[in-house]
């Protein structure tokens, strides 16, 4: 039973350009969560998604991100006009039901905007 | 494959009492072991170590890891309910991968 899979891995990005982070959540999972960690910091929770709805995105900026998670296919979070503060390693958890913490991580993607 | 353990996975204690939580780790090119708290959605960084026997330090929290056996454990002393919490052990590694624990709930009663 794979576990959650993000991709990329990596992601580097030029100032200006979209990011677009990719998370397949476990095998029967409908909840999933994104977290940011920057240098140096801990996590940061960013948004709560179900299939087909945002629960909680206070964690997320009000400009540039996006996430969804649609009927078919994994949770993306969107940055578009990257800059360099949005260096960071991205994490994506989910859950059967929503929980507090969620125990099932993924790899993270690391993006770094040059 | 590399792998954060934590123990135990739950515990309850009462007021005043001191607990230990464990984490152990399988990591390829180890770099630093992270503890954080976790109460509500967002997890709070607790500690951050890299080097063995350097004791870590905040209040009546402490941490110390060890790097030849491959764990780390987070005291707690003089408990309250307000450390009510998971506690959670990520090991960030040189490519800087890092591995989650499952978390360690604790329950603190009055």
């Known amino acids: 039973n794979a576990g959650v899979m993000q991709n990329p891995r990596h992601l580097v990005r030029r100032r200006g350009q979209e990011a677009r982070l990719r998370c397949s959540p476990m095998?029967?999972?409908?909840?999933v969560y994104w977290y940011r960690q920057l240098p140096e910091e801990g996590l940061k929770f960013m948004v709560y998604?179900?299939?087909?709805?945002?629960?909680?995105e206070s964690g997320m900026p009000k400009e540039r991100f996006s996430a969804e998670f649609p009927k078919e296919g994994p949770s993306i979070l969107r940055i578009q006009q990257v800059v360099r503060g949005d260096s960071a390693a991205y994490f994506c958890?989910?859950?059967?039901?929503?929980?507090?913490?969620?125990?099932?991580f993924g790899d993270g993607t690391r993006l770094s905007i040059l | 494959e590399d792998k954060v353990v934590q123990s135990p996975l739950s515990l309850v204690v009462h007021e005043g009492d001191t607990v230990t939580l464990n984490c152990s780790y399988e990591v390829t090119n180890f770099r630093s072991l992270l503890w954080y708290k976790q109460e509500k959605k967002a997890p709070t960084f607790l500690f951050m170590l890299?080097?063995?026997?350097i004791e870590k330090k905040s209040g009546r929290l402490s941490s110390i890891l060890d790097k030849k056996e491959l764990f780390s454990i987070l005291n707690i002393t003089a408990t309250q309910t307000g450390d009510s919490a998971i506690y959670l052990c990520a090991v960030e590694a040189e490519n800087n991968d890092m591995r989650f624990g499952a978390g360690t709930r604790l329950t603190v009663k009055p």
């Open positions: 095998k029967g999972h409908s909840h």
């Open positions: 890299t080097s063995s026997g």
């Open positions: 998604l179900q299939k087909e709805n945002i629960i909680d």
């Open positions: 958890a989910s859950s059967q039901r929503q929980v507090l913490w969620p125990q099932h």
